[in-house]
């Protein structure tokens, strides 16, 4: 049992600055990579980043320069840094994290949070 609790989105006016978190707990081994995905009304869901445990991060071309992303991995905990949000950011944010939930056997899952809705007005 492995849950993704993210933080509350909102509406924000374009321009404007709004930072995601994401705590995973639960039955943790250990964490492959977390991120965010995002998926906007007729589209397809996309990787917005992606951070491994060792730091390497990964942007959609979309949001390079204007999201950061980060974690605490003590915390197993990775935020989104979201600053001159336009209004085609909008979407619902979904957290992910590649959990190892069995050393032992191996096992690798994926999970998802529940999404949270950021809104960005022009």
């Known amino acids: 049992q492995v849950q993704l609790v993210e933080s509350e989105g909102g509406l924000v006016q374009a321009g404007g600055s709004l930072r995601l978190s994401c705590a995973a707990s639960?039955?943790?081994?250990?964490?492959?990579?977390m991120g965010w995905y995002r998926q906007a009304p007729g589209k397809r869901r996309e990787l917005v980043a992606a951070?491994?445990?060792?730091?390497?991060?990964n942007y959609a071309d979309s949001v390079k320069g204007r999201f950061t992303i980060s974690s605490d991995n003590a915390k197993n905990t990775v935020y989104l840094q979201m600053n001159s949000l336009k209004p085609e950011d909008t979407a619902v944010y979904l957290c992910?994290?590649?959990?190892?939930?069995?050393?032992?056997?191996?096992?690798?899952?994926?999970?998802w949070g529940q999404g949270t809705q950021v809104t960005v007005s022009s």
């Open positions: 951070i491994t445990t060792g730091g390497s991060t």
């Open positions: 992910y994290a590649e959990v190892v939930v069995s050393a032992t056997a191996r096992i690798v899952g994926d999970y």
């Open positions: 639960g039955s943790i081994f250990s964490i492959n990579a």
